[in-house]
């Protein structure tokens, strides 16, 4: 695979171009063309598309986008461009598996197809809720407690020795080394020391951040490394990736690509979806894709309808076509403890596993300590309920489950914050909560997921 | 529907079409047509439909900042023939200025940029500070334009203390109450906005409109 080196080279040498052009007349318009050349159509009648040619379009699709557009530098104002066969070579010569964790939590994260058996990677927790600093440590418990978790995504905490972390300050320094320090010890208490970070530091987010706390980090553990929306990096970004690599890191290449913002619709948010795969390997040269799409309108969710078809197909486009561990963020728009946030948790994550990819459950946005770890373990548990589930058995599942809850994406129920459903000190859901949990789960049994 | 070059500006602007936008505002300085009308009437309707479009879904981000840039050039042509009085009362007759930005340390402008031209196709003179922006540079841009409202995006934990930072700049330098501050972006909330001391928050660009209405006393919402 062409060597870093050559693409930081390219990110100060590449063609010049204007951000806006960038995001309006190369990224956009030719995202726009190329669908309709492919012609690519979505189907919102069936959610998880069985056809496999359709995947092919879809990465070559993106292929011919990628090569043409690359991926721009919002600080040198320049193109890093790649040929085809640069591309190619990058996919071709990817790692297939990859080893995190320590001791009896060491596990392999394996590349999966579509209606693949075998058990898909289930990382919980997801940076997306903000801890109290003082429950920091009971959340981070509770997670390791999940059965099925094979690895933890660490929460944001809200201050740091009682102080509003900001970032580029000493202050983000200290939360970066002060969330793995509790991270951990958290994970002991469970009796799972060496359960691996999937995210790096969620509040190490400058590069000074990143190099100066990333040495609480262990070798079971992953860095992520997310691009900015659409295909953009910073120097700061590729920063990070350089220590990353001369430490022997293992990145985990996030991206976020918005339906309705400059990827348009689910057809090109699809195509997007693929497209960061390679950027994934050639400029954030991540080990894992990990992809978190999100909505325009409805912001941090993807359980909607014209979502769960673009995730499908994207999906079903890398696991068919290449052999990249894929690890994906189902967003719901419900808070934690609702019936309507099960219902999305039980179509997003089956439409993820069965394409062929792997889950990693989060907690909520919109609040302080909104999360419930017991939500994230029934979605560990839909995801091994659908192995080796057939695309067409998922699609009719999951055409019953979004008259549930899609009619309601958009006034959600905000759910309850962990203390009200956890037991902080066992760190162990409350009766009613985990009474709820069983009548939810027996519920969505009836609808084919065998979760009870 | 007539199909007067007024008309068509109008149906360039809708589709987004910048170049000829430009050029049919050109034709119609040069045919003596009235440049405050087809401002005032034909682009402010394209706008409108514009937003409709996209509060429909039919138009998404890119369709938004096509049309917005094709409306600005059109604009920017007709405003070329009149004196400086005229152009004067048109910015005047704006619903309100912004200012916006994504604030220091933030580099995430999509939902930002969604609330910009979802602003301009309300009728407001957005201007668009772009991502990490400092405090002074939100107050020196305010002043210059003589804002309304200043709107703060941070997408990060780690940079909505940013927001807060603009507010305390404003506040010690006196002008807390010259603006008014509303604040959005992912991890922010309405109880942050209470806190901060900001004027008001919103979950995406639909309600950040909606707000600046309602800040700026000129909805029915409020």
């Given at each position: 695979?062409?060597?870093?080196?050559?693409?930081?080279?390219?990110?100060?040498?590449?063609?010049?171009?204007?951000?806006?052009?960038?995001?309006?007349?190369?990224?956009?318009?030719?995202?726009?063309?190329?669908?309709?050349?492919?012609?690519?159509?979505?189907?919102?009648?069936?959610?998880?598309?069985?056809?496999?040619?359709?995947?092919?379009?879809?990465?070559?699709?993106?292929?011919?986008?990628?090569?043409?557009?690359?991926?721009?530098?919002?600080?040198?104002?320049?193109?890093?461009?790649?040929?085809?066969?640069?591309?190619?070579?990058?996919?071709?010569?990817?790692?297939?598996?990859?080893?995190?964790?320590?001791?009896?939590?060491?596990?392999?994260?394996?590349?999966?197809?579509?209606?693949?058996?075998?058990?898909?990677?289930?990382?919980?927790?997801?940076?997306?809720?903000?801890?109290?600093?003082?429950?920091?440590?009971?959340?981070?418990?509770?997670?390791?407690?999940?059965?099925?978790?094979?690895?933890?995504?660490?929460?944001?905490?809200?201050?740091?020795?009682?102080?509003?972390?900001?970032?580029?300050?000493?202050?983000?320094?200290?939360?970066?080394?002060?969330?793995?320090?509790?991270?951990?010890?958290?994970?002991?208490?469970?009796?799972?020391?060496?359960?691996?970070?999937?995210?790096?530091?969620?509040?190490?987010?400058?590069?000074?951040?990143?190099?100066?706390?990333?040495?609480?980090?262990?070798?079971?553990?992953?860095?992520?490394?997310?691009?900015?929306?659409?295909?953009?990096?910073?120097?700061?970004?590729?920063?990070?990736?350089?220590?990353?690599?001369?430490?022997?890191?293992?990145?985990?290449?996030?991206?976020?690509?918005?339906?309705?913002?400059?990827?348009?619709?689910?057809?090109?948010?699809?195509?997007?979806?693929?497209?960061?795969?390679?950027?994934?390997?050639?400029?954030?040269?991540?080990?894992?894709?990990?992809?978190?799409?999100?909505?325009?309108?409805?912001?941090?969710?993807?359980?909607?309808?014209?979502?769960?078809?673009?995730?499908?197909?994207?999906?079903?486009?890398?696991?068919?076509?290449?052999?990249?561990?894929?690890?994906?963020?189902?967003?719901?728009?419900?808070?934690?403890?609702?019936?309507?946030?099960?219902?999305?948790?039980?179509?997003?994550?089956?439409?993820?596993?069965?394409?062929?990819?792997?889950?990693?459950?989060?907690?909520?946005?919109?609040?302080?300590?909104?999360?419930?770890?017991?939500?994230?373990?029934?979605?560990?548990?839909?995801?091994?309920?659908?192995?080796?589930?057939?695309?067409?058995?998922?699609?009719?599942?999951?055409?019953?489950?979004?008259?549930?809850?899609?009619?309601?994406?958009?006034?959600?129920?905000?759910?309850?914050?962990?203390?009200?459903?956890?037991?902080?000190?066992?760190?162990?859901?409350?009766?009613?909560?985990?009474?709820?949990?069983?009548?939810?789960?027996?519920?969505?049994?009836?609808?084919?997921?065998?979760?009870? | 529907?007539?199909?007067?070059?007024?008309?068509?500006?109008?149906?360039?602007?809708?589709?987004?079409?910048?170049?000829?936008?430009?050029?049919?505002?050109?034709?119609?300085?040069?045919?003596?047509?009235?440049?405050?009308?087809?401002?005032?009437?034909?682009?402010?309707?394209?706008?409108?439909?514009?937003?409709?479009?996209?509060?429909?879904?039919?138009?998404?981000?890119?369709?938004?900042?096509?049309?917005?840039?094709?409306?600005?050039?059109?604009?920017?042509?007709?405003?070329?023939?009149?004196?400086?009085?005229?152009?004067?009362?048109?910015?005047?007759?704006?619903?309100?200025?912004?200012?916006?930005?994504?604030?220091?340390?933030?580099?995430?402008?999509?939902?930002?940029?969604?609330?910009?031209?979802?602003?301009?196709?309300?009728?407001?003179?957005?201007?668009?500070?772009?991502?990490?922006?400092?405090?002074?540079?939100?107050?020196?841009?305010?002043?210059?334009?003589?804002?309304?409202?200043?709107?703060?995006?941070?997408?990060?934990?780690?940079?909505?203390?940013?927001?807060?930072?603009?507010?305390?700049?404003?506040?010690?330098?006196?002008?807390?109450?010259?603006?008014?501050?509303?604040?959005?972006?992912?991890?922010?909330?309405?109880?942050?906005?209470?806190?901060?001391?900001?004027?008001?928050?919103?979950?995406?660009?639909?309600r950040a409109v909606q707000l600046v209405n309602k800040v700026m006393g000129t909805s029915e919402h409020a």
């Amino acid at each position: 695979m062409l060597s870093f080196h050559e693409v930081v080279k390219r990110a100060l040498t590449g063609p010049v171009c204007d951000e806006k052009e960038y995001d309006l007349k190369l990224f956009n318009r030719k995202l726009t063309e190329i669908v309709k050349e492919y012609d690519i159509k979505c189907d919102l009648e069936n959610p998880i598309p069985s056809d496999a040619s359709l995947a092919r379009d879809v990465f070559n699709a993106a292929l011919d986008f990628y090569s043409q557009v690359g991926t721009y530098c919002t600080d040198t104002g320049r193109i890093i461009k790649f040929s085809e066969e640069e591309i190619k070579e990058a996919v071709r010569t990817a790692p297939s598996s990859i080893e995190l964790g320590t001791g009896r939590d060491q596990r392999d994260f394996v590349a999966r197809n579509p209606e693949s058996k075998i058990p898909p990677w289930c990382s919980v927790g997801g940076a997306i809720p903000t801890s109290s600093e003082d429950l920091f440590l009971s959340i981070s418990q509770a997670r390791g407690q999940i059965p099925l978790a094979t690895g933890i995504c660490m929460a944001i905490p809200d201050t740091v020795y009682g102080m509003r972390i900001m970032l580029g300050t000493p202050f983000e320094i200290f939360a970066g080394v002060r969330s793995v320090v509790l991270t951990k010890e958290g994970l002991r208490r469970a009796g799972r020391p060496g359960l691996p970070i999937m995210n790096s530091i969620a509040i190490a987010v400058s590069d000074v951040a990143t190099i100066a706390s990333g040495w609480a980090l262990g070798p079971g553990d992953a860095y992520e490394i997310s691009a900015i929306g659409e295909m953009k990096v910073t120097l700061s970004l590729l920063n990070r990736v350089a220590h990353v690599l001369n430490v022997g890191g293992k990145i985990v290449a996030g991206n976020g690509p918005v339906y309705g913002g400059y990827c348009g619709g689910a057809e090109g948010t699809a195509v997007a979806i693929a497209a960061y795969t390679f950027m994934g390997q050639l400029v954030q040269r991540g080990v894992i894709h990990h992809p978190y799409p999100t909505h325009y309108k409805l912001i941090a969710v993807n359980s909607n309808r014209p979502l769960l078809w673009a995730q499908s197909v994207g999906y079903q486009a890398v696991s068919r076509n290449t052999h990249i561990p894929v690890m994906v963020n189902p967003y719901v728009a419900a808070g934690p403890s609702a019936e309507m946030r099960y219902y999305e948790i039980a179509s997003t994550v089956t439409t993820i596993v069965v394409s062929g990819g792997s889950p990693e459950l989060l907690g909520h946005r919109g609040g302080l300590d909104l999360d419930s770890p017991l939500d994230l373990q029934f979605g560990t548990e839909v995801a091994h309920a659908v192995l080796g589930m057939k695309t067409e058995d998922a699609n009719e599942i999951v055409k019953k489950l979004l008259p549930k809850y899609e009619d309601h994406l958009s006034t959600p129920p905000p759910g309850k914050k962990y203390q009200e459903l956890f037991d902080v000190k066992t760190a162990r859901p409350l009766e009613e909560h985990y009474r709820e949990y069983m009548r939810y789960k027996k519920a969505i049994s009836e609808y084919g997921i065998p979760v009870d | 529907m007539e199909n007067t070059p007024s008309e068509q500006l109008k149906q360039a602007v809708i589709a987004g079409d910048e170049d000829k936008a430009k050029a049919i505002a050109t034709d119609i300085l040069r045919a003596g047509l009235d440049p405050i009308e087809v401002i005032e009437e034909h682009l402010a309707s394209a706008m409108r439909i514009v937003g409709d479009k996209f509060e429909n879904q039919e138009y998404f981000l890119a369709d938004l900042m096509s049309a917005g840039e094709a409306m600005k050039a059109a604009s920017k042509t007709l405003m070329s023939g009149m004196d400086r009085e005229t152009q004067g009362r048109l910015k005047h007759d704006k619903s309100g200025a912004i200012v916006i930005g994504a604030v220091k340390g933030d580099q995430h402008d999509i939902g930002k940029n969604l609330v910009a031209m979802l602003l301009q196709a309300n009728g407001f003179d957005v201007h668009d500070l772009g991502v990490d922006v400092g405090p002074r540079e939100f107050l020196d841009k305010a002043k210059e334009v003589d804002a309304d409202v200043i709107g703060l995006s941070a997408l990060l934990t780690t940079t909505m203390p940013y927001q807060a930072e603009v507010i305390n700049y404003l506040r010690d330098s006196g002008l807390q109450d010259r603006y008014r501050v509303i604040v959005g972006g992912g991890a922010t909330s309405q109880d942050w906005a209470d806190e901060i001391g900001a004027q008001g928050w919103a979950p995406d660009a639909t309600r950040a409109v909606q707000l600046v209405n309602k800040v700026m006393g000129t909805s029915e919402h409020a």
